[in-house]
C-alpha cells in the first residue's frame, strides 16, 4: 500500500509563517503529480498549489506570492512553505500524489490524513 503522511500544522498568528510536509511511503515505483488542498469549514475542498514531478507548479490566485510548493524526489516528500499567512487561510490542509506503485503500471492518487492550520491572533 501507500502512505501519505502530512506534519507541521497548528496555530499561527496573522502574518507569520509555517511549513507543512507530506511523505509518501510504501511500494512506490513513481510519482507524478504532487499537491496541497485545504477544506475551511463549511466550504468545498481547493486547490492550493501542484507541482510536477519535473517540478513545474501551479497556484491558486488567493495564494500566489506568499505560498510555495517544493518536493524532494529521492524522499518521495513535498513540502509548502506558507508565508504572510492570514486569518482566511485557516482550513485543514490535505496533501495528495499521484502515484504508481510497484509492479503495477498505472497512476491512482492517494490522499493525506489532513491538518489542521489555523491563523488567528
Known amino acids: 500500500q501507500v502512505q501519505l503522511v502530512e506534519s507541521g500544522g497548528g496555530l499561527v498568528q496573522p502574518g507569520g509563517s509555517l511549513r507543512l510536509s507530506c511523505a509518501a511511503s510504501?511500494?512506490?515505483?513513481?510519482?507524478?503529480?504532487m499537491g496541497w488542498y485545504r477544506q475551511a469549514p463549511g466550504k468545498e475542498r481547493e486547490l492550493v498549489a501542484l507541482i510536477t514531478s519535473s517540478g513545474n507548479t501551479n497556484y491558486a490566485d488567493s495564494v500566489k506570492g506568499r505560498f510555495t510548493i517544493s518536493r524532494d524526489n529521492a524522499k518521495n516528500t513535498e513540502y509548502l512553505q506558507m508565508n504572510s499567512l492570514k486569518p482566511e487561510d485557516t482550513a485543514v490542509y490535505y496533501c495528495n500524489a499521484d502515484v504508481r506503485r510497484t509492479g503495477t503500471y498505472s497512476y491512482r492518487m492517494y490522499w493525506g490524513q489532513g491538518t489542521q492550520v489555523t491563523i488567528s491572533s
Open positions: 510504501g511500494s512506490i515505483f513513481s510519482i507524478n503529480a
